[in-house]
């Protein structure tokens, strides 16, 4: 399906109705898929006369999309694809009227991706790398997902690849899981899913523990790099802060990484990167 610079997005009845829009127009393209509680419909916005559209079925602006409640990712995603016109199938779930992801299969030519996913991953190196500079991590900067070169990280950032966020997360829509992210949290401590252990305390199998500070400190780094990259012009210092308290997952980490984790990008969004580096540098990984 080809996005004529509009958007190609998928909502519930629910939501759907809650809208109204007059001279626009919307391609309806049939129901995506049921459950019990959602139907999720899938439609195309064009800027052509309005057609008519199935009973029970609204219109939705590009405009009054964004005014939905939604996660800040997945609305710096949906800002992204709005901006391009490139072929993709996209769909937007939401349960009540809290927005679950926005996932698509975007279409690009593997040779392309190749050079664009490689691009991106040295960009993102490269900026991670200046940060743990900042913050005296030399070494962790210099060795930061090397594993992302690997046939097995690679290989599925260039099949999956989108270019407006992780193409692991493409290929958990499609798959149901991301070998590559499988692969790379094992091998990168800066990922609180590698911290994981049997604990003493309660016996519990795979339980979150404590991370060190200086890999705690380099998945700071590695959080406002990824912002700045799929954010662009728009990022903002709070967008980590926002990220991390939109998703559900990322409660899963210690409560105590992640209580400290809260209050570190709170410093981020609210006095800004400088004073915060600082006081990491100078202060929490001198503890």
Same mark, same amino acid.
């Given at each position: ?91 937007? %779930? /939401? ?11 975007? @279409? !690009?030519?593997?040779? &392309? $991706? ?99 500070? %200086? /890999? ?11 912002? @700045? !990259?799929?954010?662009? &012009? $728009? ?53």
């Amino acid at each position: 399906m080809t996005d004529r610079g509009g958007l190609v997005s998928c909502l519930s009845d629910d939501d759907l109705n809650k809208f109204n829009l007059e001279g626009k127009a919307f391609e309806y393209n049939g129901v995506v898929e049921e459950d019990q509680r959602i139907t999720h419909s899938l439609f195309t916005i064009t800027l052509d006369d309005t057609p008519k559209l199935p009973k029970g079925f609204t219109a939705v602006s590009k405009e009054l999309l964004f005014t939905m409640p939604m996660r800040p990712g997945d609305r710096m995603f949906l800002k992204h694809l709005v901006k391009g016109k490139k072929d993709i199938d996209l769909a937007v %779930r /939401y349960k009540g009227d809290k927005l679950v992801t926005a996932y698509d299969r975007i @279409k !690009i030519p593997a040779v &392309k $991706a190749f050079f664009l996913h490689l691009h991106t991953v040295n960009r993102h190196r490269r900026m991670v790398r200046r940060h743990c500079f900042k913050v005296g991590l030399y070494w962790q900067g210099l060795i930061h997902d090397l594993s992302k070169y690997s046939y097995t990280e690679f290989s599925a950032g260039v099949k999956y690849y989108q270019g407006v966020r992780s193409p692991n997360v493409a290929e958990r829509n499609i798959n149901g899981y991301s070998k590559a992210w499988i692969h790379h949290k094992g091998r990168n401590k800066h990922h609180y899913e590698y911290w994981t252990d049997y604990s003493i305390e309660t016996g519990n199998p795979l339980e979150y523990v404590r991370m060190p500070r %200086r /890999y705690f400190v380099e998945s700071i780094m590695d959080r406002i790099a990824a912002c @700045k !990259i799929y954010g662009g &012009k $728009a990022y903002r210092d709070s967008d980590a802060l926002d990220y991390l308290l939109t998703r559900d997952s990322e409660s899963h980490m210690n409560p105590d990484d992640h209580a400290e984790l809260v209050r570190i990008l709170s410093m981020l969004s609210s006095e800004g990167e400088k004073k915060t580096f600082d006081y990491l540098k100078k202060e929490y990984l001198k503890k």
